[in-house]
């Protein structure tokens, strides 16, 4: 008998002896397994605490512990190597092998690999072939490397019903829906990218659960989408539900919940129709390539419903979606595309530090001194925002007026300008429609707005009023009075009438600044209607018509000098006329450090 105390080993908890793994008289190191306890279905090794020998066991399989009994008493001593065995393959216990995969985890890499494009050589090939790049070429491409982490990796098609399940994990990788979270500039994003190659980029019931889970993570978390809405709309095909017509489908309700919170980006390449197209249409803004078509309803739809059998190409090509204002930025291909998704989105990720800018000196000669002389607008643009900072949202559709995204200053800013290239710069129903749309995306997203002033006022007439131009208009106004960013107008040349106080958010005291260049003319209406309105008599009573010319261009001189911005600052209706070199600084100025939040606005008009 020896003298060496023996210590007991206590169970921990209350549980049933599964197993006895060592025996009486054995040597065990630390850490060896004594016995195997079951508790609430787990299973629980007691080891040794130290290294010794095990001189009792008092249980045996079967037996009932109390948490505290005995399990094994042990007479802790030093054990060599020898007594103990032969050393066990693989880490010592409580160490991890990082070299090893385990069964289970082999299947999880196996089923992640085989969505990947490597293990699709013949779909990828196939989309190549088509020109285009694969979803998650894109999506690649999109974000900062090594930043993506991918949401719903594994799910499949609901259609086991009809289709082996392993064909379903080939076939149908993440239902058709790549989506996740990535960095884009350095700033997260929820990135969603339909496949054309899987299953036509239709719309699934898995998929749409994954719409709704990045939609909700959006939201929550304040994060903007870019969403590559490329494929159909809805598919039959599934059998896994208990859906008979898919109308509680939640995606395009909480898609639209977002418009006005963060910023949404729609890119469309190839075919985009259905229920892909709602989201696009739900997006601030609709980036898309030369061989979109975009359509509410694909060729299957439309022959359908009996309206008759189109070839994809026929349905919302880029010559129709550009001038009709639906695309806000036509790109060459999807490569292009997604820098203008980068580009687009730096605004709203705040300041750039670096900047630089043209001489703006060169300002001063822009607007010709001869006031019924046209000239282009955009290269005052160009010459006044920090160099190659200009990002102009629908170009191809109402030509009235330039929206753009700039930086002055490394600042983001939203900027508008009559163009008098296109009808004198006077506003019509697109230009309006346009205008306070893009009044609304720089008030939710926290952008000031600088508006550049040269317009004779709204388009009127027979013809406009056909277009509804009462209701048009009048949307810049209600906007105008709604924004919570600043306004800081430049009148560059003409500021007349209804449309001018529209340019300014409804009047010259509105904008935080309201400045003119040298050139700047003022008035309630343009100076040629004026005078001809108000002097209709007296020149109708001059019979010689060489003389009632003259009269009648005396009549406007006199009513340009007294329209002029020097005469509008004496009386204080600007707040100064400056040399067209300071207008950096006086923009500036007038906004100093002010910072309006984003999402303080209820929603983004989709048209």
Request: glycine share 12%.
């Amino acid at each position: 008998m020896t003298n060496t105390p023996v210590t007991p080993v206590p169970a921990p908890m209350h549980g049933l002896v599964e197993s006895v793994e060592t025996s009486e008289g054995a040597a065990v190191a630390a850490g060896a397994p004594l016995v195997v306890l079951e508790a609430m279905k787990m299973q629980h090794v007691v080891e040794a605490p130290a290294a010794g020998v095990v001189r009792r066991l008092p249980v045996a399989p079967g037996d009932t512990v109390a948490e505290g009994d005995p399990v094994a008493y042990l007479e802790f001593a030093a054990v060599g190597a020898a007594e103990v065995g032969a050393p066990q393959a693989g880490p010592a216990p409580g160490e991890a092998d990082d070299g090893a995969v385990r069964a289970d985890l082999a299947e999880v890499i196996r089923r992640h690999e085989i969505g990947l494009d490597a293990a699709r050589p013949e779909a990828v090939a196939r989309r190549h072939g088509t020109g285009r790049r694969t979803a998650r070429e894109n999506v690649e491409d999109l974000c900062d490397p090594g930043t993506f982490t991918e949401y719903g990796a594994l799910t499949i098609a609901a259609q086991r019903r009809r289709r082996p399940l392993e064909e379903l994990i080939e076939r149908t990788p993440a239902d058709g829906l790549v989506a996740g979270v990535g960095d884009v500039n350095g700033h997260q994003a929820v990135v969603m990218a339909y496949d054309y190659t899987v299953l036509a980029g239709t719309q699934g019931a898995m998929n749409h659960l994954k719409k709704d889970r990045m939609f909700e993570l959006a939201a929550r978390r304040g994060l903007p989408v870019v969403l590559f809405a490329e494929g159909g709309g809805g598919r039959p095909g599934d059998t896994d539900t208990t859906t008979v017509s898919g109308l509680d489908t939640m995606a395009f309700h909480l898609f639209a919940r977002l418009s006005g919170r963060v910023p949404l980006v729609g890119i469309a390449a190839g075919r985009c129709f259905a229920g892909n197209a709602a989201l696009l249409g739900c997006c601030d803004v609709v980036i898309a390539t030369a061989d979109a078509n975009i359509g509410m309803g694909g060729p299957a739809m439309i022959e359908g419903g009996g309206l008759g059998v189109f070839a994809p190409e026929q349905i919302g090509p880029m010559s129709v979606q550009v001038p009709n204002g639906v695309v806000d930025v036509p790109v060459a291909d999807e490569a292009e595309a997604v820098a203008v998704a980068r580009r687009y989105l730096a605004y709203f990720q705040g300041p750039s530090p670096e900047w630089t800018a043209q001489d703006q000196r060169r300002l001063r000669s822009l607007v010709p001194e001869d006031r019924r002389r046209a000239y282009d607008v955009r290269a005052v643009i160009d010459v006044l925002a920090d160099t190659g900072s200009v990002l102009e949202l629908r170009r191809g559709f109402g030509a009235g007026v330039v929206t753009a995204l700039v930086r002055i200053e490394g600042r983001p800013l939203g900027l508008i300008a009559n163009n008098p290239g296109h009808l004198g710069g006077a506003i019509d129903r697109d230009a309006a429609d346009k205008t306070a749309r893009f009044l609304q995306l720089c008030d939710a997203h926290g952008l000031p707005v600088v508006s550049l002033c040269d317009t004779p006022g709204f388009m009127v007439g027979p013809d406009a009023e056909q277009t509804a131009t009462v209701r048009h208009f009048a949307r810049l106004f209600v906007t105008g009075a709604h924004l919570r960013v600043p306004i800081c107008t430049v009148i560059l040349r003409k500021a007349y009438g209804l449309g001018a106080q529209a340019m300014a958010g409804g009047s010259l005291r509105v904008p935080v600044a309201t400045v003119a260049w040298p050139t700047g003319e003022l008035g309630g209406m343009g100076l040629e209607g004026a005078v001809r309105l108000g002097f209709r008599r007296e020149l109708e009573a001059i019979a010689d018509p060489a003389e009632r010319q003259a009269a009648f261009d005396g009549l406007v001189a006199a009513a340009y000098e007294q329209g002029r911005a020097l005469s509008a600052a004496t009386v204080f209706e600007i707040d100064d006329v400056i040399d067209p070199a300071e207008t950096r600084r006086w923009i500036s100025t007038a906004f100093g450090r002010a910072q309006v939040p984003p999402g303080g606005r209820g929603f983004i008009d989709a048209w």
